[in-house]
């Protein structure tokens, strides 16, 4: 089955008694267990509205076996203590989501996991890797300068080196981008973005082979961030429609990028879609199309992003990505807040710098919002 298909039909769970299309919510926190196989309880991950959306995830990854979370931290921080220990190392992709980066900057150190990060460059992922090293974690596309990771090549780097590799998935979403078919042991998502993809949900995921989910699974029922039975639901409905939503979006995101690129007041903008981007080819190759963000630092002679940002009209300010509707944000006073002005220097990320996380509306309207607030 192709995508569209497997996120209609995949992983449902038909009740015997009423054929109804959908999943049931079972609200039960309490099961009984005399007889039963499994001892169900939400913490453990096993109750059947985690598992039905957990197998469409799957299906949709090319995964044997998933968790769903209460948020893409839980998944991640599950994940990453799963694997390190005290005295283990790490090599992070630098350019990882803000959460991810402060976790690893405010919490490793004081459990004795030590980390280094770099640039997504594999060469500079190969010099990192340590005698102590465990985990290589990546992120592609990466946020919120769009950059691409050769996924393939740090598969192999890590299975040469016997090192567990985890890639963020959430940009490209299951849709365009599948890691486990490049050699990737753990994809992790926030699905709160793309998979939610109505700016109304906070979700998480994490998907991998059996060996490599159940012992995720273990510590993560300790850690405690499962889901409740209603917002699964909800999940299960929104991944119906997320091909569509995500092939919309990434068509939208193309024009949009192509726009800002031809305008005399845009000075940058970074949408692995466009030819001049520095990795298109390597995007071309492991995306099945470009996605749907895309970030842009306005020309000085534009009055800058705030003043643009107050300009706008449809588009919203706002956090968060991957909803239906098309917000903007300012990574510098938002995502990236909590880094240091050197370290957001080194990540290349000016105050300037603006990200468009493009919706499904009618793209000539958001055309014309941007058109209006640039002519201003
Ligand atoms: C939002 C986000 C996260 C964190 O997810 P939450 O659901 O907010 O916990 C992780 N990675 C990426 C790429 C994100 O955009």
Same mark, same amino acid.
């Given at each position: ?251 939208? /995101? +193309?024009?949009?990028? #192509?726009? &800002?690129?031809?305008?005399? %007041? ?5 949408? *692995?879609? !466009? ?56 990574? /510098? +006073?938002?995502?990236? #807040?909590? &880094?240091?002005?050197?370290? %957001? ?5 000016? *105050?300037? !710098? ?23």
């Amino acid at each position: 089955m192709k995508k569209n298909t497997r996120c209609v039909h995949s992983g449902s769970y038909i009740d015997p008694v009423t054929r109804g299309l959908n999943t049931p919510v079972y609200t039960s926190s309490s099961f009984e267990y005399v007889d039963m196989p499994d001892n169900m309880y939400p913490r453990y991950f096993n109750t059947p509205n985690q598992k039905a959306v957990a197998a469409k995830l799957c299906a949709l990854e090319g995964a044997d076996a998933g968790l769903i979370f209460s948020s893409g931290m839980a998944a991640i921080s599950a994940v990453l203590l799963t694997y390190l220990h005290k005295g283990d190392h790490v090599v992070l992709q630098r350019d990882i989501y803000g959460g991810t980066h402060y976790l690893a900057t405010a919490d490793f150190n004081r459990f004795g996991i030590e980390y280094t990060m770099v640039s997504n460059r594999i060469d500079a992922i190969a010099a990192a890797i340590r005698p102590k090293t465990r985990l290589v974690y990546i992120e592609s596309p990466s946020n919120p300068l769009l950059m691409i990771t050769d996924i393939a090549a740090v598969a192999e780097l890590t299975r040469t080196h016997n090192l567990v590799s985890v890639i963020d998935n959430t940009f490209a979403t299951p849709i365009l981008q599948n890691p486990l078919a490049l050699g990737i042991d753990i994809v992790v998502h926030s699905g709160t973005k793309y998979i939610g993809g109505h700016s109304d949900i906070c979700c998480g995921a994490a998907l991998g082979s059996k060996e490599q989910i159940a012992k995720v699974a273990k510590v993560a029922a300790n850690l405690g961030g499962s889901l409740n039975a209603q917002t699964c639901a909800l999940i299960e409905r929104s991944l119906k429609t997320m091909g569509l939503r995500v092939q919309r979006q990434s068509e939208n /995101a +193309a024009r949009l990028a #192509a726009f &800002l690129a031809q305008h005399q %007041r845009i000075a940058i903008v970074n949408y *692995p879609g !466009l030819t001049t981007h520095p990795d298109h080819q390597l995007a071309a190759r492991q995306m099945s199309s470009f996605g749907a963000m895309l970030s842009f630092e306005p020309a000085p002679e534009s009055g800058g992003a705030q003043a643009l940002l107050e300009r706008l009209d449809l588009i919203t300010p706002a956090l968060s990505l991957g909803g239906v509707e098309t917000i903007i944000c300012a990574p /510098a +006073a938002t995502s990236h #807040a909590k &880094l240091s002005d050197a370290e %957001r220097r080194e990540l290349g990320i000016s *105050p300037d !710098l603006l990200r468009l996380s493009v919706g499904i509306e009618d793209v000539e309207d958001l055309v014309d919002d941007l058109q209006q607030a640039l002519a201003a």
